[in-house]
């Protein structure tokens, strides 16, 4: 029988959940790197043991660490993460111009071909790979040396680049986004890129429909279709069926279209999640009722999901990394709040139960579905 | 022999005890302390002062002998004790955040 293993990344360390395909008994592993803020991390599509983390401290700095087994035992790999070249200025939140700074990796993206080969996303917001393991880290400044590079200005979270999407069908094709610059695509293995934000609408910019500026929550793609994408921006929920092209809202009839989270059924490529929260001034849901809303319809339809949900006194928030599917036959769904919960529905979201519920606050969900 | 003690996140990350010690040039100063503690421990590059500036990290602080050598220059002499290996080369994480 397959077994589903849930790697969360939380405030004070990481956690690995691992259950049988029948995704009732849960077993947990943790916490790994205790005391230390582990953004994300990720398995190998091409070697599932090979898993890869971001640890990071306001003290200490930046820490990668590498598993060859699955998350039984880690070793730390290269943590030198240096700008190409002289990095320049971005914009600061008051406008002015600011000197680009590592501060710590969101995001660590495996290649679909080679468990050697991973991407970084990081704050301040650029892409690194690594063709080693995780020893030694390149930029890829295509990206940070794009035209738009010095309007750039970070979201109250961070200027960081915490969305990487590989083309499963293209090795030459990548997405990412960062906040609050926008989504860029590149053909081209990561060597230049472009920006691909028409049809974004962000009316807290001075030019709201700008090529770059918006605050881009998160981005999700079904493997099956990779020039179909679905955002979930600061506010509202997008769908671009041309690889960023262009982008119409598909927000529809959810109670907000703020959020964080956003992501596809394996073998639904028109099922959606989202998790709506009820503003940028208040990060948590709607009427303290936490709620996962389904389309099943690429979009504007959408079904509020609740069993086995907090359906009062809810105040957590699930931020944009903190959503997952596994790729069982019958879709599994899963997510991490900021109270320390992750959730799972082995139904593709009818039923939920936390399958821990005293984590510290989840800041990352991955799954991986192991044979 | 240099004795170098550090903050409890970075004894689990170089996987050693609360002390350390280290063969270090002469004189012996902040920079020629954290060169040899890297050298031994590479996994220690990066956490305690910047990989490029070789700065040290904001939230660290370095005392010997009950001084506060933070602010000093890497390279000014650390006192006789600590180079003689009498006292250690405190590495302290701020106390800070939660």
Not at chain 1, 213 to 239: E, I
Not at chain 1, 251 to 260: C, E, H, K
Request: proline letters at 7%.
């Amino acid at each position: 029988m397959s077994t589903v293993r849930v790697l969360a990344g939380t405030r004070k360390g990481a956690f690995i959940l691992t259950s049988d395909g029948k995704r009732k008994d849960w077993r947990v592993s943790g916490p790994h790197f205790a005391g230390w803020e582990i953004y994300h991390l990720k398995g190998s599509p091409v070697d599932p043991n090979r898993l890869y983390a971001s640890q990071c401290s306001g003290w200490f700095g930046q820490v990668i660490q590498r598993s060859d087994d699955g998350g039984a035992t880690w070793a730390p790999v290269g943590n030198k993460f240096t700008y190409d070249g002289v990095p320049g200025t971005h914009q600061w939140y008051d406008g002015t111009p600011h000197p680009w700074e590592f501060k710590r990796v969101w995001h660590l993206e495996p290649s679909v071909g080679d468990p050697d080969t991973v991407y970084a996303g990081v704050e301040d917001a650029a892409l690194f790979r690594s063709t080693d393991g995780g020893a030694n880290w390149e930029e890829l400044s295509g990206l940070r040396r794009h035209d738009t590079g010095p309007h750039w200005q970070p979201g109250a979270g961070g200027m960081c680049l915490h969305t990487i999407l590989l083309d499963p069908a293209n090795a030459q094709r990548m997405y990412i986004a960062i906040s609050a610059a926008g989504a860029f695509r590149s053909d081209d293995g990561g060597a230049s890129w472009k920006p691909i934000n028409k049809g974004l609408v962000s009316n807290f910019m001075p030019d709201p429909t700008a090529e770059v500026g918006h605050c881009v929550h998160h981005v999700a793609m079904h493997p099956a279709r990779p020039d179909v994408l679905f955002m979930q921006k600061h506010w509202d929920v997008m769908r671009s069926d041309d690889a960023g092209e262009s982008w119409q809202e598909v927000s529809g009839n959810l109670p907000t279209d703020f959020g964080f989270v956003i992501d596809v059924h394996a073998h639904e490529p028109e099922t959606l999640y989202v998790v709506p929260i009820k503003s940028d001034s208040e990060h948590y849901p709607p009427e303290g009722k936490l709620r996962v809303y389904r389309s099943r319809t690429g979009g504007h339809e959408w079904e509020p999901l609740t069993k086995g949900l907090p359906q009062s006194d809810c105040y957590v928030n699930v931020l944009r990394d903190a959503m997952a599917v596994d790729r069982l036959e019958e879709c599994g769904v899963y997510f991490g709040t900021t109270g320390g919960q992750v959730y799972a529905s082995a139904d593709a979201g009818d039923h939920w139960k936390p399958i821990v519920r005293d984590l510290p606050a989840v800041l990352s969900v991955e799954v991986q579905t192991l044979p | 022999m240099i004795r170098v003690i550090l903050p409890y996140h970075l004894r689990t990350l170089a996987q050693v005890g609360s002390e350390v010690a280290l063969e270090a040039p002469q004189p012996v100063t902040v920079r020629t302390v954290l060169d040899a503690l890297e050298t031994r421990y590479p996994v220690l590059r990066g956490t305690i002062r910047d990989h490029q500036t070789l700065e040290r990290r904001a939230f660290l602080r370095f005392f010997a002998c009950e001084e506060d050598w933070s602010h000093e220059s890497m390279d000014a002499p650390l006192p006789e004790a600590v180079a003689a290996g009498r006292e250690p080369l405190l590495i302290i994480g701020a106390i800070a955040g939660g």
